[in-house]
């Protein structure tokens, strides 16, 4: 404990040195965050400054060994330096799906020179991927995947379609599951890695609800990929797929989990008003915000407990199921109430004001919550099954 103590005292002191004063404010919109990649825009010199000493520093992953990038940190000081960090208000110095998602299934499934070609690249920030699972006729049975990849000596040709892939006209490189056997449904499946910028890749935005589109159609005509990208053996990409989806539904559900939104019983209280004693003054919405927050303080500790009991080896990987699902439904909570607190300025579109309408395209996002990593029907499914253990029908 003293060992710890020490090194929570030292990084408290080097983040208190080091974090531009800029990055310790609240990240405005989901564009304000830094993504990485090779065509990244840097919103100011602190951001570029604070990716840059937090990567160098291996901190943008601090629990991946060293020689990939990461910090090397154990698991508690990693722990340690998340919660300094949200003490001192420091945003995230990278946000990316190769750190949530690929990152891990390539540490646990990929060959030591596909770990060294992308793990620190992922890690500095140099690289920006995106996941290619969902196609039109494949969403919650995605084993169903019909998009084809035909096997030669030293390569692949790719031929298909994905659909729902985030951020494809902004990624430099994809995690594809193509289906390389026709013999088995889920063993004719293999995990493979190219470049975005291959001859005969295309992606056509999707416009949602909120008029923004982080979302693609994606398609691949006679994609030829280097045959050493495939992650782990051919026709056997379902493990990884299903290892992957773990890492990806616990970081939805990390969205149940407020970081730099402000809390909502402030936000509520500076936009309908206060009483005599400084609470906000509409009675039955603060009734609505103080069950909303004892939910989120439950979810935060339940958060806690299942990284706890992964880190003894004891956790159910179902688990990320029912935090995907509880997760996801907090968030839209979080949001219906924000917009019920804004009232009619919380519908504004457009303007400075409001942001381009931040408040009002986030609520409508927040919808796709739901859906996107697996629907919570498919979530409660595995719940049932996995972990209550309940007959199937």
Request: a neutral charge.
């Amino acid at each position: 404990m003293s060992e710890l103590e020490t090194f929570r005292r030292e990084t408290r002191a080097w983040l208190e040195a080091n974090c531009p004063a800029q990055m310790r404010q609240p990240v405005a919109s989901e564009s304000d965050a830094c993504w990485g990649g090779r065509h990244f825009k840097f919103q100011s010199e602190a951001q570029r400054r604070w990716l840059q000493i937090m990567g160098e520093r291996g901190w943008t992953v601090p629990a991946w060994p060293k020689a990939y990038g990461g910090g090397g940190l154990s698991k508690e000081e990693a722990a340690v330096l998340n919660a300094e960090m949200r003490a001192l208000g420091c945003r995230p110095p990278l946000v990316s799906f190769g750190i949530w998602m690929l990152g891990p299934a390539l540490l646990a499934h990929g060959t030591e020179e596909q770990k060294l070609e992308h793990l620190p690249k992922i890690a500095r920030g140099e690289i920006r991927w995106c996941q290619g699972y969902s196609e039109p006729n494949a969403g919650s049975d995605l084993a169903s995947l019909a998009t084809k990849a035909e096997v030669h000596d030293d390569h692949l040709i790719i031929n298909g379609q994905k659909i729902w892939t985030s951020y494809a006209d902004e990624a430099d490189w994809i995690f594809c599951l193509v289906r390389t056997s026709t013999a088995k449904k889920h063993t004719g499946i293999s995990f493979i890695l190219f470049d975005m910028e291959s001859p005969g890749v295309s992606t056509r935005p999707i416009v949602l609800i909120s008029g923004k589109s982080p979302f693609c159609e994606t398609f691949f005509d006679d994609v030829r990929v280097p045959r050493r990208n495939v992650v782990g053996e051919l026709n056997a990409g379902w493990t990884i797929a299903k290892y992957l989806l773990t890492h990806e539904r616990e970081m939805i559900g990390g969205i149940g989990e407020r970081s730099n939104v402000k809390p909502l019983g402030e936000f509520a209280a500076d936009a309908v008003g206060r009483d005599a004693s400084g609470r906000l003054s509409e009675a039955s919405l603060r009734a609505q915000i103080a069950r909303f927050e004892i939910d989120e303080a439950a979810f935060r500790l339940l958060l806690q407990a299942s990284g706890d009991r992964a880190r003894r080896g004891e956790g159910n990987p179902a688990m990320s199921s029912a935090l995907k699902f509880y997760g996801a439904e907090l968030n839209k909570r979080r949001w219906e109430l924000m917009i019920s607190a804004a009232g009619a300025d919380g519908l504004e579109w457009e303007g400075e004001r409001s942001n381009e309408g931040t408040l009002a395209r986030t609520w409508l996002r927040s919808k796709g919550n739901s859906i996107e990593g697996g629907t919570s029907e498919i979530q409660l499914n595995v719940v049932a099954k996995r972990i209550l253990g309940l007959p199937g029908v």
